[in-house]
């Protein structure tokens, strides 16, 4: 197998043509026939099969380009975010208002917000630690006033999910298959955190505002869950912090060292849930940036 290094000069289609070319000449060297070349060059168009196969160089960094969404109430960061996927997508016909009106509930869950992305023909994986409402969050104060109420619902969404196309997955996703994710592209994640245990460690990739930690946190006292969703749309080796977009901050874009988004998103009251959303297109294109 051929492994290309692409020289930091080059850009990414150089890159990708570099390597797709001493690829087919791999095939016809190893005399594996004119139709494997030509299978190779159309498999081997999209740039995570060409990283998967050796054939180009793992990033060292990766951002998914996301036009960031402010929310608007204390409880449509979920549909921000899942407007921020759409939009990276391509898809711009919908806003807070029409998503609104499809998603009629204000107690938004993971599962909600994977219905609405498949709405639009996205292709959505949901990795969980449970399956359905869990009961021991009954009376957690961020989920006391709707539970109740919402178990059943949720139940029902988690059986139908296949049947509407949505891939559900018991599995907590580790740490490495994230950042790995993150450097091949072609997906975007929506992530549910703990709020209180991201607040302070994010810092804009434009400005970095002076950090201000709240008195709890000085106190050593810890504050309570309060979920919240957000975008992962890259990670950088260099720094080991991964590029997020949060419909809570004025920052067109942030960063988040590993270690706190690890602590957010593993907090009691997340379930470690995750949205994988694929994206239409490979991220490999010009609007991405990429360094090798």
Request: hydrophobic share 40%; glycine share 6%; charged share 20%.
């Amino acid at each position: 197998m051929v492994v290309m290094h692409a020289p930091a000069s080059y850009s990414c289609s150089d890159a990708l043509k570099a390597c797709l070319e001493s690829s087919v000449a791999a095939c016809t060297a190893r005399k594996l026939g004119e139709t494997v070349a030509h299978a190779c060059r159309d498999s081997l168009l999209r740039a995570e099969s060409l990283i998967q196969l050796g054939l180009l160089p793992k990033p060292h960094s990766h951002t998914h380009p996301v036009p960031h969404v402010r929310q608007a109430y204390n409880w449509d960061c979920g549909l921000a975010c899942v407007l921020m996927v759409l939009r990276a997508a391509g898809i711009h016909s919908e806003d807070f208002t029409s998503l609104c009106g499809l998603c009629s509930i204000t107690s938004i869950w993971t599962v909600d917000l994977a219905y609405l992305l498949r709405r639009f023909g996205l292709e959505v994986e949901l990795t969980t630690i449970t399956i359905g409402a869990n009961p021991d969050y009954a009376e957690e104060s961020f989920y006391k006033e709707h539970m109740a109420e919402d178990g059943s619902r949720v139940e029902k969404l988690f059986q139908e999910a296949a049947t509407a196309g949505i891939t559900v997955s018991r599995r907590s996703v580790g740490c490495r298959e994230l950042k790995d994710r993150m450097l091949m592209g072609g997906v975007l994640v929506i992530a549910l955190v703990d709020k209180t245990r991201l607040a302070g460690h994010t810092v804009s990739a434009v400005v970095l505002p002076a950090v201000k930690l709240g008195l709890t946190t000085r106190l050593g006292i810890a504050p309570a869950y309060t979920g919240h969703y957000i975008v992962i749309c890259g990670y950088d080796c260099e720094t080991d912090r991964f590029m997020i977009q949060d419909p809570a901050s004025t920052a067109e874009m942030d960063s988040v060292p590993t270690c706190s988004l690890e602590a957010a998103r593993h907090a009691y009251g997340t379930d470690e849930d995750l949205l994988l959303v694929t994206m239409p297109s490979s991220p490999y294109m010009a609007s991405s940036v990429v360094h090798f």
